[in-house]
């Protein structure tokens, strides 16, 4: 009676005369320490070629992004940056102010409240214009626009009642709410739409 092998393909492999590792083709190289060497060489060509060819892809496709999506004119154009950063700092000026009425007229007296919450809502309406911008450019200009007039006049009504009580110069007070409701405006008119999008 015959016992098994332990190793079962040992006995018929030596019989046969199969060779134990697989033939090298002979167009390979070999190292003198028996390692396969891969030439790449041929191919150095060819991978830049393939490399100049996707950045040429990904550069037209970026320039057709930038000439169609509105949110990277900031990007492009100086010029185009200009109305939304005066709206930004009209807002963060207008609620700078409001978190610290002390210094202006128009947050004593009887007019402090309705002043407090008009240069509230002309400060985030000018804040809500810069986020605006980026995308809906008709949307901003009307939200400037809308804060820019209330808050001219709420600030010329305030001036005039704290020139009446004597409380502080009614020109040198309007100056407050004016200087930040007229950048508003003009930003509102430096809002521009993107490259490629129609008027």
Not at 38 to 56: F, K, L, Y
């Amino acid at each position: 009676m015959t016992v098994p092998s332990r190793y079962p393909g040992s006995a018929s492999d030596s019989r046969t005369g199969a060779p134990d590792t697989p033939q090298r083709p002979t167009d390979q190289l070999v190292a003198p320490d028996g390692q396969r060497v891969v030439d790449q060489a041929g191919e150095v060509a060819e991978e830049r070629a393939a490399i100049t060819s996707a950045s040429h892809r990904q550069d037209t496709i970026a320039r057709e992004e930038r000439a169609i999506e509105p949110s990277t004119r900031f990007w492009s154009s100086r010029r185009a940056q200009v109305g939304p950063i005066i709206a930004l700092l009209a807002g963060l000026f207008t609620l700078a102010i409001r978190t610290w009425p002390i210094a202006v007229p128009q947050g004593r007296g009887t007019v402090g409240t309705a002043w407090f919450l008009v240069a509230t809502l002309a400060g985030a309406l000018y804040i809500a214009g810069f986020f605006l911008a980026d995308r809906h450019w008709r949307t901003a200009r009307r939200v400037l626009i809308c804060g820019g007039i209330l808050h001219l006049l709420v600030g010329v009504l305030a001036a005039m009642v704290v020139d009446a009580q004597q409380v502080a110069p009614g020109p040198l007070s309007v100056l407050f709410d004016a200087v930040p409701a007229v950048a508003a405006l003009v930003a509102a008119f430096l809002i521009s739409p993107a490259p490629g999008e129609r008027r």
